[in-house]
């Protein structure tokens, strides 16, 4: 794959029109840098990095339909929700589309084949794959507890105060049951 993307990256068609590729059985190999795409970008914790893809449409004579099928690695670097620091996120995602040009023609997917709205319209290659990489991000990453900043403050913290809250707050309570029986 990495030769394929070599030759055929500089070659990279703007847009694509699914059906014609489709009916050719064309596949499209290449990458695109993580720093050309905007969208993706601002939800990054930087924008380094590649994006290799591969391709292949085919089409269902049965029902009418192109299908793209393939696969989109990269590797990210996005945001701890608890340290705020990068975190690297390796995404290896198959790609199984249907090109439909309305809801009612999604109903007639196959289980697992996500439907793209686009039908007889071209579409941006770059603006797909772009999608495809926002959909694979998770909500909300956080690093493991055993290398996340954050874990050291927080010990620092509990230090600081000595019992945890939780510890405190079982003191709390067992007094007040003392209490109510005194
Ligand atoms: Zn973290």
């Known amino acids: ?43 990054l914790h930087d924008q380094t990095g590649q994006v290799i893809f591969r391709l292949e449409f085919t089409f269902d004579e049965r029902r009418n339909i192109p299908f793209i099928s393939g696969e989109i690695k990269a590797q990210v670097k996005i945001q701890c929700q608890r340290c ?4 690297e996120l390796k995404i290896n995602n198959p790609v199984y589309l249907g090109i439909v040009a309305d809801c009612a023609e999604s109903i007639t997917l196959p289980d697992g084949c996500e439907p793209l709205q686009t039908g007889e319209a071209s579409l941006s290659l770059q603006g ?37 809250p939780f510890a405190a707050l079982d003191k709390l309570t067992r007094k007040s049951c003392t209490n109510r029986r005194n």
């Not at 705020?84 to 975190?87: A, D």
């Not at 909300?140 to 620092?156: F, G, P, R, Y």
């Open 128 to 164: 797909m794959i772009e999608d495809e990489l926002i959909l694979a991000l998770p909500i909300s990453a956080m690093h493991n507890a055993n290398v996340c900043k954050a874990t050291e403050l927080i010990n620092e913290i509990n230090n600081k105060t000595g019992d945890s």
């Open 84 to 87: 705020l620091g990068g975190m």
């Open 1 to 43: 794959m990495d030769t394929l993307c070599r030759l055929m990256s500089p070659d990279l068609p703007l847009t694509i029109e699914p059906k014609r590729l489709a009916r050719n059985g064309e596949v499209i190999a290449g990458q695109y840098a993580i720093h050309d795409m905007q969208r993706l970008g601002g939800l």
